[in-house]
C-alpha cells in the first residue's frame, strides 16, 4: 500500500534516484572549455556556429587563436597585442582549411555508394541528343540529383537520407539544375520550372515553348540564363516568367555555362569556340578557341584567381586567364571530359571526370594531374544498415589510387563506371555513375 499524509490527504509519492534535467546551456563554461580543447581547428569552427553562448565562450578564452598557434607552432598562449583579428583569424583558418583540402588528395580513399535513381539514360527526341541522366550538385550539406526516372532528389550530406522529391511536370525530361536555401531551379526540356524547397508545390512553370531546344541553364537571382541549340542565350525573369532578352553568343549549339560575379556570361559550344559576354548590354567581350574543334562539355569559373576551366569530348582539359585572355595550359587528361568543378575558395586543386571513369585531381595552375582514382577491385565492403531513419542502403567500397602508367583499359570497367558529373566539398568528391549510382569519395591524409 501507498502511504498517506497523516491528514488523510492524497498518497505521497516515493522518488527513486529522480534526475534533474539540464540543458546544454546550463554547462559550465569551463566545462564547454575542456571539452572544446579537444576538438581540432574545423571542428571548433563549426561548434562557434552552433549558438551565441558557444560563440562567446571560445571568443572568450580565444581558443581558436591559441589552437591555431600550436598547429602553426607558435606561443601556447598569444600576447594580447599579437592576437589575430576576426577577419585576418578567418583568413588565416581559410588558409589552414585549403591546405588540409589540398593534402587529403594525397592519402587514402573511402567510397560510400547509392541507388539514386532507376533509369540511366534517356534522349532528348527534339534535337536527337543523348541527356545525361545523371547530374549532382552539392552545397549547404545537401546533394540534389536528377535523372532519367523524372525526379529530383535532395539527399543529406551526412545519413544520405532523402530529405525532399520533386517531381518533373508531364513527362518532360530534365535538362539541367541548380539550387539554393530557399528553391530549386531546373530547365525541363524548353520550360524553366522552379520548386519552392520543403514544399511539393512549385512556385511557377513557364510557359511552353519559351526557350527553344535549351541544353545547359546558370542562375543568380533574379535572372537565370539558359544556353540553347541555335546558339542564343536566353536571359530568363524568374519571378515575372518572361524572357527578358536574347543574347548571340555563339554559331553552334551552346552546350554549356557559367556566371560570373561581374554579371558576365561564358559559354561553351559544340565547335570548340568559348564566348564571354555582357549579361545586361549583350555584347560580345572576348572569344576563347580551343586548338582540337571538340565540343566543350563543361565550363568551371574560379573567381579568386580569375581561372576559367574547360573540358571538352575529345578528353582535354584546358585553362584560360580572363584577366589576360590567355591560355595557361592544355592537358589530355580522359577520352571525353564531361565535369570539372572546384571547392569554392580553393585556387589550387580541379576535380575531373569523365567517360572513362577515372576521378583526376588537377592541379589547377599547370594542369598536371596530382592523383587519380578508381574504385577498388574486391569484393563488396560491409553495406551500412537501411534503417527506417535512412531509408537508404549504402554500400562501402575502398578507393584506388592510380599512377599515369597505369593502363586504363586493364582495369575492369565495374570499378570505373563512367563519371557523368561530380561536385566537390571540403575533402570530399560525390560523382554521379551510369546516371544510376550516387558515389560519395571521401579523402583523408594519411596519418
Not at 190 to 208: A, D, L, P, T, V
Request: proline letters at 3%.
Amino acid at each position: 500500500m501507498e502511504g498517506t499524509s497523516s491528514g488523510g490527504g492524497s498518497p505521497v509519492k516515493k522518488r527513486r534516484g529522480s534526475r534533474v534535467a539540464v540543458s546544454i546551456q546550463g554547462i559550465n563554461h569551463d566545462i564547454l572549455c575542456m571539452i572544446f580543447a579537444l576538438l581540432d581547428i574545423f571542428d571548433l569552427v563549426r561548434c562557434s556556429a552552433v549558438c551565441k553562448s558557444w560563440n562567446e565562450v571560445i571568443d572568450k578564452y580565444k581558443l581558436l587563436q591559441i589552437l591555431y598557434h600550436k598547429l602553426e607552432g607558435g606561443s601556447m598562449v598569444p600576447s594580447s597585442k599579437s592576437c589575430f583579428s576576426e577577419r585576418s583569424l578567418k583568413a588565416c583558418i581559410e588558409q589552414l582549411a585549403m591546405e588540409h583540402h589540398r593534402l587529403s588528395f594525397q592519402g587514402l580513399t573511402d567510397i560510400e555508394q547509392w541507388k539514386g535513381h532507376s533509369i540511366r539514360l534517356h534522349v532528348n527526341h527534339f534535337s536527337n541528343l543523348p541527356i545525361r541522366a545523371g547530374k549532382c550538385r552539392m552545397k549547404m550539406g545537401l546533394i540534389l540529383t536528377g535523372g532519367g526516372d523524372k525526379v529530383m532528389r535532395l539527399w543529406s550530406l551526412e545519413s544520405y537520407k532523402c530529405l525532399e522529391e520533386h517531381f518533373l511536370p508531364d513527362l518532360a525530361p530534365l535538362v539541367d539544375f541548380d539550387f539554393d536555401e530557399n528553391k530549386i531551379v531546373g530547365l525541363v526540356r524548353n520550360r524553366m520550372c522552379i520548386w519552392r524547397r520543403n514544399g511539393k508545390r512549385s512556385i511557377f512553370c513557364s510557359r511552353e515553348g519559351t526557350i527553344v531546344n535549351g541544353l545547359c541553364m546558370s542562375y543568380i537571382d533574379p535572372e537565370a540564363v539558359v544556353g540553347c541549340e541555335d546558339g542564343t542565350a536566353r536571359v530568363f525573369d524568374m519571378y515575372s516568367k518572361q524572357c527578358s532578352r536574347i543574347i548571340r553568343v555563339n554559331s553552334g549549339p551552346v552546350r554549356c555555362l557559367t556566371l560570373s560575379d561581374d554579371q558576365c556570361v561564358i559559354s561553351g559550344s559544340s565547335l570548340g569556340n568559348i564566348t564571354i559576354s555582357g549579361l545586361s548590354s549583350g555584347q560580345q567581350i572576348a572569344r576563347l578557341r580551343s586548338t582540337d574543334n571538340a565540343v566543350i562539355r563543361t565550363l568551371c569559373f574560379n573567381p579568386c584567381s580569375q581561372l576559367l576551366f574547360a573540358g571538352s569530348s575529345a578528353g582535354y582539359a584546358s585553362c584560360w586567364d580572363l584577366r589576360t585572355m590567355r591560355t595557361l595550359w592544355r592537358n589530355r587528361i580522359s577520352r571525353d571530359v564531361y565535369s570539372m568543378q572546384h571547392l569554392s575558395g580553393d585556387t589550387s586543386t580541379i576535380a575531373a571526370g569523365g567517360t572513362d571513369g577515372v576521378l583526376r585531381i588537377l592541379d589547377q595552375n599547370t594542369g598536371e594531374v596530382a592523383a587519380a582514382y578508381v574504385t577498388e577491385d574486391s569484393p563488396a565492403g560491409p553495406a551500412m544498415a537501411s534503417s527506417r531513419k535512412t531509408g537508404t542502403a549504402v554500400e562501402r567500397k575502398k578507393g584506388r589510387r592510380i599512377t599515369e602508367h597505369t593502363h586504363i583499359d586493364s582495369i575492369p570497367s565495374s570499378c570505373r563506371p563512367p563519371i557523368s558529373c561530380l561536385a566537390v566539398g571540403m575533402q570530399k568528391v560525390v560523382t554521379t555513375n551510369n546516371g544510376k549510382y550516387i558515389k560519395m569519395w571521401k579523402f583523408r591524409k594519411e596519418q
